[in-house]
T-cell receptor
Framework: GAVVSQHPSRVICKSGTSVKIECRSL??????MFWYRQFPKQSLMLMAT?????????EQGVEKDKFLINHASLTLSTLTVTSAHPEDSSFYIC?????????????FGQGTRLTVV | GEDVEQSLFLSVREGDSSVINCTYT??????LYWYKQEPGAGLQLLTY?????DMKQDQRLTVLLNKKDKHLSLRIADTQTGDSAIYFC???????????FGTGTRLTVIP
């Protein structure tokens, strides 16, 4: 398998502040990473696709100015929730796909539970 | 758009078999996945099946795909208390890129 590490696992922040979540592929290089959001008792919704060296692709309805994504290297993508509000409280999960022909498996991080108070 | 549905809850007794069902609407789905999520944790890939397959077995896990009815199931044999978790099915046209998830089925194993 492959390892994707997400940090922090839990964060509590005050309303109006910004929070950065990191997603690292530890034993492979990932040109593309994905950010998902999971609401309580609901499924995961793809927020954006993070591309190394270029701008992220956001899904419809996701505010790109609020959820800033930076994929600065082949092993790190970051999601910054800017000016966080209580409604941003959620479980955020990243995933990465191992490169290579025929790769069909996505590896997920442990997730980050964000609570905005 | 793509729609993936699952029943929300399933309870089984330890040692029995569990069957978790999933239906999807996208006829061009190529890859179908089952993920397990334990409380407060990320997703663990359990298994996946290509759309040109009918069945895949991996130890206690059996995946059945009825492509005509767009129905996917996951059977867990000899269910253990450690199998208690939320199980998500997911589909994709392009492999591990854009995954569309079902609502998740919370499996509770009763000792």
């Amino acid at each position: 398998g492959a390892v994707v590490s997400q940090h922090p696992s839990r964060v509590i922040c005050k309303s109006g502040t910004s929070v950065k979540i990191e997603c690292r592929s530890l034993d492979f290089q990932a040109t593309t990473m994905f950010w998902y959001r999971q609401f309580p008792k609901q499924s995961l919704m793809l927020m954006a696709t993070s591309n190394e060296g270029s701008k992220a692709t956001y899904e419809q309805g996701v505010e790109k100015d609020k959820f800033l994504i930076n994929h600065a290297s082949l092993t790190l993508s970051t999601l910054t929730v800017t000016s966080a509000h209580p409604e941003d409280s959620s479980f955020y999960i990243c995933s990465a796909r191992k490169p290579g022909q025929g790769s069909t498996e996505a590896f997920f991080g442990q997730g980050t539970r964000l609570t905005v108070v | 758009g793509e729609d993936v549905e699952q029943s929300l809850f399933l309870s089984v007794r330890e040692g029995d078999s569990s069957v978790i069902n999933c239906t999807y609407t996208d006829s061009s789905s190529t890859y179908l996945y089952w993920y397990k999520q334990e409380p407060g944790a990320g997703l663990q890939l359990l298994t996946y099946i290509f759309s040109n397959m009918d069945m895949k077995q991996d130890q206690r896990l059996t995946v059945l795909l009825n492509k005509k009815d767009k129905h996917l199931s996951l059977r867990i044999a000899d269910t253990q208390t450690g199998d208690s978790a939320i199980y998500f099915c997911a589909e994709s046209q392009t492999g591990a890129n854009n995954l569309f998830f079902g609502t998740g089925t919370r499996l509770t194993v009763i000792p």
